[in-house]
């Protein structure tokens, strides 16, 4: 059966340090994958999209690869601050080479950053 | 720009009773989606709609109905609310003319049914 999994265990790290989260995927084959940032009481928010012929994808302190080998996208976030805790969501897309995007979300992985 | 708002915030349903959740875009979006959220379970797609006047049934539709009446709105409505039915409600808008867009998320509606 085709399954997302994030872990749902929380991430601790104290501030200045690298996170990494890690989204696996099985039975899929997504044209591309997204990722997403959840704060408590609120909407998710999108924060970036890689393809499947990209390897990595850069923004300001965002780092997202993707492996289409290995059926994972691996989501860092370098110099973290207090500000970065939050809930982060990977999405991806399930029907490919259409106009029209319908995602499958991963349960989230929490994110504590600590002064 | 408001961007996606939802109505009403919060909501508590005795069983049986029905209600409608409004959702609202500013964005000229073609595509709209609903969406429930529960503990350990990602996102689930309820409904969604292409256009104006077009509804299509997502992952878990029972005991839902949609309607886009107009391109800015999608009511999701549950004729007789049930216990299972008890969770955050999220909608969403997306672009038109890509399969690389990305979906804005209104800020959730929570139900809870007794």
């Known amino acids: 059966s085709q399954k997302i999994e994030q872990n749902s265990e929380a991430l601790n790290i104290q501030e200045g340090k690298t996170a990494t989260l890690t989204c696996n995927y099985t039975n899929y084959s997504p044209a591309y994958l997204q990722w997403y940032r959840q704060d408590p009481g609120r909407g998710p928010v999108f924060l970036l999209l890689i393809r499947e012929n990209e390897k990595e994808k850069r923004k300001e302190r965002l780092k997202v690869t993707f492996d289409t080998t290995l059926k994972q996208s691996l989501f860092h976030i370098t110099a973290s601050q207090p500000a970065d805790s939050a809930t982060y969501l990977c999405?991806?897309?399930?029907?490919?080479?259409?106009?029209?995007?319908?995602?499958?979300f991963g349960t989230g992985t929490r994110l504590l950053v600590s002064p | 720009n408001a961007g996606v708002t939802q109505t009403p915030k919060f909501r508590v349903l005795k069983t049986g009773q029905s209600m409608t959740l409004l959702c609202a875009q500013d964005m000229n979006h073609e595509y709209m989606y609903w969406y429930r959220q529960d503990p350990g379970m990602g996102l689930r797609l309820i409904h969604y709609?292409?256009?104006?006047?077009?509804?299509a049934k997502g992952e878990v539709p029972d005991g839902y109905n949609v309607s886009r009446l107009k391109k800015q709105n999608f009511l999701l409505g549950l004729e007789s609310a049930a216990p299972s039915q008890t969770s955050v409600y999220f909608c969403?808008?997306?672009?038109?003319?890509?399969?690389?867009?990305?979906?804005?998320f209104g800020p959730g509606t929570r139900l809870t049914v007794l």
């Open positions: 969403a808008s997306g672009t038109s003319g890509g399969s690389f867009d990305t979906q804005y």
């Open positions: 999405a991806l897309d399930i029907i490919r080479n259409t106009g029209f995007q319908k995602l499958v």
């Open positions: 709609s292409v256009g104006e006047g077009t509804t």
